[in-house]
Structure formats: C-alpha cells, structure tokens
C-alpha cells in the first residue's frame, strides 16, 4: 500500500518560513531512515505557492494565474511517498516526523491500479 504524508501549511507561513539547521537535520534522519527501512519512495519540500501558476481548464481554454494564491487556505509545503503494509505502519511513520508542536501531517492512501473496476486498470501497470 502507498500512501502520501502532506505536510500542509498556510500561504502565508510558506512565504515566510526559514527552516533552522535543527529541523533540516531531524527532517533529513526521519527521510534516511525511512530508506533505511525500505518504506521511503519519494521525499520532496515544495516552494511557496508565490513560485506557482494555476492552470484553469476550459474546453480548449486555459487559463494561466501565477501565485500566490492568497485565496487558499493552506497549501502542500512538502510531502513522503512511502509504501508500507497496512495504514496503521503508515501511521506509524507518520507519527515519528519531527515537527514542532501543533504541526501537522496529513496522510492519505494512493490510488493503486487494483482499485479500479477490471474495465478501467491500466494494462500497463503491476
């Protein structure tokens, strides 16, 4: 099972964050040692949504709006992809992040190909 750890931030704390050495250094040891265990797929931190364009699709339209979007609540600051046995070992690893207190992690399982009625799997896909 695949599942995506978010760590989701307000657009303004995104702006205007500047990580210590501290936390880039816990953040680092938590990504290693998922690897070490085997779990650890994609690590990634994403720059603040004033680095982003939107894209609005209309027919053949598109729209494009540079950021930041100001209107959004919070935005994705970074983000796991791990692959473990069950949600609970997700949990688990989700559980270890090394955030300050009141942080918050958000995780969600992914789309596999086997959760798509026979019809619709990729034949690509394993």
Do not use: H
């Not at 998922?34 to 598109?62: D, F, Q």
């Not at 559980?95 to 959760?115: H, K, Q, W």
């Amino acid at each position: 099972m695949r599942f995506m750890m978010s760590l989701p931030a307000s657009v303004e704390a995104q702006e205007t964050f500047v990580p210590t050495r501290e936390l880039v250094t816990a953040m680092r040891k938590y990504s290693d040692d998922m690897r070490k265990a085997g779990v650890l797929l994609l690590a990634e931190g994403l720059y603040p949504s004033s680095k982003a364009t939107r894209i609005k699709m209309s027919g053949r339209t598109r729209e494009f709006t540079d950021g930041p979007f100001t209107e959004a609540k919070e935005m994705i600051a970074g983000f796991w992809l791990i692959q473990v046995k069950s949600r609970e070992e997700a949990l688990e690893w989700a559980s270890r992040c090394p955030l300050a207190e009141g942080e918050i992690v958000e995780i969600r399982p992914v789309f596999e190909n086997t959760d798509f009625p026979p019809e619709l799997r990729s034949k690509s896909a394993a």
